[in-house]
């Protein structure tokens, strides 16, 4: 059924009794042309642009548990395209230009508010830094305005300007950037997909990859064989388990990130501010909560759940970021597993097996690029090509050494 002002308004003059579930909850079939292996923000996109952009709909999402309960629904929901690397900036632009449209697209509220997203600098170095990441985007066409601290101020004059170590002196602010609703992200894209006919499994974890002569043939999961003439992989913080199952081995390490909520307070932020001098980045949900988080956790894991250091270390950066916040009190928190690659990149790429394609390495800011993550690598799957968008995201770049290293953490600091 179609959400509109109409139906709205019909429901709630018969008592809300005429609703609809939003998607089927399929069980699978014996064979499909596509399978999509979890059912993410990325998987379930993926899977809403092959039918609607490629025609193809026997298609399955295949999800271990029930859709978006990975990082889909764990993360602190920041929406961006402020890049410097050319590989980055063109995919993330594209995903925000999709963000722009996507309520319309798939009709269906996903809460898409572009609040600006402000990145604080704290000193000379810095800002240089941030002036060439501002050029490098607006040469892209992408929208970038370098702050000074009076400009700083005047948004958000709680901040502690003169802190002795970290003296805030101005920001790079994209006002396009902002937040959307995680898990409505996903529901809509499993309900666009469901309407045109793809089916979401949910509770079917898969357990094996059937490969032939080096093509693949099907899966095997908790509710049986399934075939299938190509199958995506977009497994996210398991991605390299699943892949194992294919018997590749990837470049891509598991760890946690957490993400932390406050309890709700009145109007306080109302952008997504990042400190620059640690890691650390807050807004405000519409409900009044503090939403942040850090840095990832220090060892590889595949529990859905953080360890007390990374607790400290970000409430620390939070504290001389905002001293106002000190007394606020935590109302949740939790993990996620996040798929880091070893250039901070991401790959959607064919696999050296036919058939068999890979979606993985979003590292923690995969949110961002759900929908153009699934208008890509439903792009590769249907056309067994890369779109020229996700060219550079390249599966075998570790070994060419064509690496897309953003952070500078990475073997190519001299790009930075
Ligand atoms: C705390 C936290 C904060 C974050 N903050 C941000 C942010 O502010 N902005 C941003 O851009 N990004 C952020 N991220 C990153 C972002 O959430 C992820 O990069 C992105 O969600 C990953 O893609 P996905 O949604 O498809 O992943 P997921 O939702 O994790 O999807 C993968 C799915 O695969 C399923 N699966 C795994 N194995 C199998 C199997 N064998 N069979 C079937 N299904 C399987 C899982 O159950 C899961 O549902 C954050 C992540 C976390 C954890």
């Not at 019909?10 to 064979?31: F, I, M, Q, S, V």
């Not at 003169?162 to 937040?179: C, D, E, S, V």
């Not at 208008?375 to 779109?387: G, K, L, N, Q, V």
Request: proline share 3%; hydrophobic share 40%; aromatic share 10%.
């Amino acid at each position: 059924m179609t959400y509109s002002l109409f139906s709205l308004a019909r429901e709630a003059l018969r008592g809300h009794t005429g609703w609809k579930p939003a998607w089927r909850d399929a069980a699978p079939k014996p064979e499909y042309d596509v399978l999509v292996v979890g059912g993410g923000g990325h998987g379930l996109a993926t899977a809403y642009y092959l039918a609607k952009e490629h025609g193809i709909t026997n298609v399955a999402v295949l999800e271990k548990s029930y859709i978006g309960s990975g990082n889909a629904g764990r993360n602190t929901t920041i929406i961006r395209s402020n890049y410097l690397l050319p590989g980055n900036e063109r995919f993330y632009e594209k995903s925000m230009q999709l963000w722009e449209g996507l309520e319309q697209d798939f009709n269906y509220n996903a809460m898409v508010s572009q609040r600006g997203v402000l990145n604080l600098y704290h000193s000379d170095a810095q800002r240089d830094q941030y002036a060439r990441r501002g050029n490098a985007m607006r040469l892209h066409g992408v929208d970038a305005e370098l702050l000074d601290e009076a400009a700083v101020r005047d948004m958000y004059p709680f901040l502690d300007y003169a802190n002795a170590r970290f003296p805030i002196r101005g920001g790079l602010l994209q006002r396009r950037g902002g937040t959307a609703r995680h898990d409505a992200v996903a529901w809509g894209f499993a309900r666009g997909a469901d309407t045109r006919g793809v089916d979401i499994v949910q509770n079917c974890e898969v357990t094996g990859i059937d490969v032939a002569n080096g093509r693949v043939t099907g899966v095997q999961t908790t509710r049986g064989a399934i075939r299938a003439k190509k199958i995506g992989l977009v497994c996210a913080g398991s991605s390299s388990r699943v892949a194992a199952m294919a018997g590749l081995r990837l470049p891509i390490e598991s760890h946690v990130l957490q993400a932390f909520v406050s309890e709700g307070i009145k109007p306080l932020i109302d952008g997504v501010i990042t400190f620059g001098a640690g890691h650390f980045y807050v807004s405000q949900s519409d409900k009044g909560g503090l939403v942040f988080g850090g840095d990832i956790d220090g060892y590889n894991s595949y529990a859905q759940r953080g360890s007390l250091p990374v607790v400290e270390d970000v409430m620390e950066s939070g504290m001389a970021l905002m001293p106002a916040i000190g007394r606020l009190r935590l109302l949740r928190q939790w993990g996620g597993v996040m798929d880091m690659s070893m250039d901070g990149s991401p790959i959607i790429d064919r696999t050296p097996i036919d058939g068999l394609f890979l979606n993985a390495g979003w590292c923690y800011g995969g949110f961002k690029a759900t929908p153009a993550s699934g208008w890509c690598f439903a792009h590769t799957i249907a056309r067994d090509e890369a779109h020229f968008i996700n060219s550079a995201f390249r599966l075998d770049r570790f070994a060419t050494g064509a690496l897309i290293d953003e952070r500078g953490a990475g073997a190519t600091p001299n790009l930075h």
